[in-house]
């Protein structure tokens, strides 16, 4: 079930934003970057279930911006997404495409497999970060 301001307010997305970060492979795993790489600071920001959007990856840039650490958002779904036409899931359809995301790419078991490797590759990628903490966004809170 989502939210009502996520199914009626619409994202801000800053016209012709241009993405202050870059991608890289960390831990087997397409990684966004942004920030500071000599940070002590370090950010893993888990996104929902529709990837690599702009506005989540804006707000990675405006985080880390914002308290000079140094931001990454794994891509945990191997580059599958979920359209935003499923939802809300209110038809049989929806429900269908929805439950095998879930249970496919969007597998909790599944993503927390893939952090020992993502862990490991950060901290040999960013020496400098002493601090890390997690947070996510609607499904990646269920993972962060």
């Known amino acids: 079930m989502t939210c009502e301001a996520c199914r009626t307010i619409a994202p801000f997305v800053a016209k012709d934003y241009e993405l202050a970060g870059t991608y890289e492979t960390i831990g087997n795993v ?7 790489k000599t940070a002590t600071a370090g950010i893993v920001d888990i996104f929902d279930v529709f990837g690599f959007s702009t506005q989540t990856l804006q707000g990675a840039d405006i985080l880390a911006s914002e308290t000079n650490s140094l931001v990454v958002v794994p891509d945990l779904f191997d580059g599958q997404t979920l359209s935003h036409d499923c939802i809300p899931p209110d038809t049989d359809e929806k429900k269908e495409t929805l439950s095998k995301f879930l249970g496919g790419p969007a597998s909790v078991s599944r993503v927390v497999g893939l952090f020992p490797s993502m862990v490991e590759g950060y901290q040999e990628g960013f020496p400098a970060v002493k601090k890390w903490a997690a947070f996510g966004l609607c499904w990646g809170g269920k993972v962060g």
């Open 30 to 36: 397409r990684t966004y970057v942004t920030g500071s």
